[in-house]
């Protein structure tokens, strides 16, 4: 089980019984693998570039630290944020108009072309450009450069990123005892 809402969990244990009873759910840690580049890299992909071959990790990470580059300019040329007619959020005043310039703007051209368009066209079977970015939440893993180039030099992988790193699973009666609970 894997939920935002709270009105949902809590009715899910008040049938099911609570998360943390013992017989009830079994807490499991996500263990997602991306099969490329004859090799399984740990999900998300992007904050596991160490199990790539150095060629793609260079073209990653150029990608990654060009596309935060052209953030920061962009931001600065944006004399008044408050003000300007492409501010969306508090964050930036960039205009990204769908899910694929997201992509672009946020992970850099070589992760994208490694891994986000093809990954994601499979995923949604329908075009990225099409698709608005208002969804994203904590779907999507964003960039921490930091975290990244740290994960990269130490060739550590970085599997506990997201909502759904930990979750919950029926001990007994798999997800449609829930649905009888209910």
């Given at each position: 089980?894997?939920?935002?809402?709270?009105?949902?969990?809590?009715?899910?244990?008040?049938?099911?019984?609570?998360?943390?009873?013992?017989?009830?759910?079994?807490?499991?840690q996500?263990?997602?693998y991306?099969?490329?580049?004859?090799?399984?890299?740990?999900?998300?992909m992007?904050?596991?570039?160490?199990?790539?071959?150095?060629?793609?990790?260079?073209?990653c990470?150029?990608?990654?630290i060009?596309a935060?580059?052209?953030?920061i300019s962009?931001?600065?040329?944006?004399?008044?944020a408050?003000?300007?007619?492409?501010?969306?959020?508090?964050k930036?005043?960039?205009?990204?108009?769908?899910?694929?310039?997201?992509?672009?703007?946020?992970?850099?051209?070589?992760?994208?072309?490694i891994?986000?368009?093809?990954?994601n066209?499979?995923?949604?079977?329908y075009?990225?450009t099409?698709?608005?970015?208002?969804?994203?939440?904590?779907?999507?893993?964003?960039?921490?450069?930091?975290?990244?180039?740290?994960?990269?030099?130490?060739?550590?992988?970085?599997?506990g990123?997201?909502p759904?790193a930990?979750?919950?699973f029926p001990q007994?009666?798999?997800?449609?005892?829930?649905?009888?609970?209910?």
């Amino acid at each position: 089980i894997f939920s935002h809402y709270q009105f949902f969990d809590d009715l899910v244990q008040f049938c099911r019984g609570k998360f943390d009873d013992v017989g009830c759910f079994q807490c499991h840690q996500r263990a997602s693998y991306v099969y490329m580049r004859e090799t399984y890299v740990p999900y998300p992909m992007q904050l596991n570039l160490c199990k790539l071959p150095v060629e793609d990790q260079i073209v990653c990470l150029n990608g990654l630290i060009d596309a935060k580059c052209e953030n920061i300019s962009r931001k600065r040329s944006c004399q008044n944020a408050a003000n300007c007619k492409h501010f969306e959020n508090q964050k930036s005043c960039l205009k990204i108009r769908n899910f694929d310039e997201w992509i672009c703007d946020t992970m850099g051209k070589g992760i994208y072309d490694i891994f986000m368009k093809p990954y994601n066209f499979k995923v949604w079977a329908y075009p990225a450009t099409e698709m608005s970015c208002g969804w994203l939440g904590e779907r999507v893993a964003t960039m921490d450069i930091e975290r990244v180039v740290q994960n990269l030099l130490r060739k550590k992988e970085d599997k506990g990123w997201g909502p759904n790193a930990v979750f919950y699973f029926p001990q007994s009666g798999g997800t449609g005892s829930i649905w009888k609970s209910v």
